[in-house]
């Protein structure tokens, strides 16, 4: 069974709340922004993060690799492949996971700092 990391979700919700998102293009423009794991052959989710811009006081730092870590936390050493989106993907979250017995699949940005020189396009 593989587990797939989706896009966050935006829940509508109209009450006041400090971490509550903004999206114009969206048709309810106003909620919540939830990073959920999802099962890869129902979509089924497993289990949900709000986004919540800080942790603390402090301003959330490496937001995607502390997302993906928490969220694949309980799958560790279940030899599992995580699939997510061009945001989460780097060589940093790919060796923590695999340090857990996972593995990934997804679409790494050329702008990373992660990529050598000799395999950015000429």
């Known amino acids: 069974m593989g587990i797939r990391k989706p896009k966050p979700e935006k829940v509508p919700f109209r009450g ?3 971490f509550k998102q903004y999206l114009p293009s969206k048709p309810d423009k106003y909620g919540m922004k939830i990073w959920w794991i999802c099962d ?7 289990f949900g993060i709000p986004y919540l811009r800080k942790e603390g006081h402090n301003r959330a730092e490496n937001l995607a690799y ?5 969220l ?3 799958y560790s050493r279940s030899n599992r492949n995580v699939t ?3 945001y989460f993907t780097s060589i940093d979250i790919a060796k923590s996971l695999a340090q857990n017995g ?4 997804g679409t790494l ?3 990373k700092t992660c990529i050598p020189p000799n395999f950015q396009p000429k």
Do not use: A, G, W
């Not at 890869?40 to 497993?46: V, W």
């Open 16 to 18: 006041h709340v400090s």
């Open 72 to 74: 694949c936390e309980p």
């Open 109 to 111: 940005r050329k702008n």
């Open 102 to 105: 996972l593995t990934i699949v």
């Open 40 to 46: 890869s052959k129902t979509s089924y989710p497993l």
């Open 66 to 70: 502390n997302v993906v870590n928490q």
């Open 84 to 86: 997510f989106d061009n």
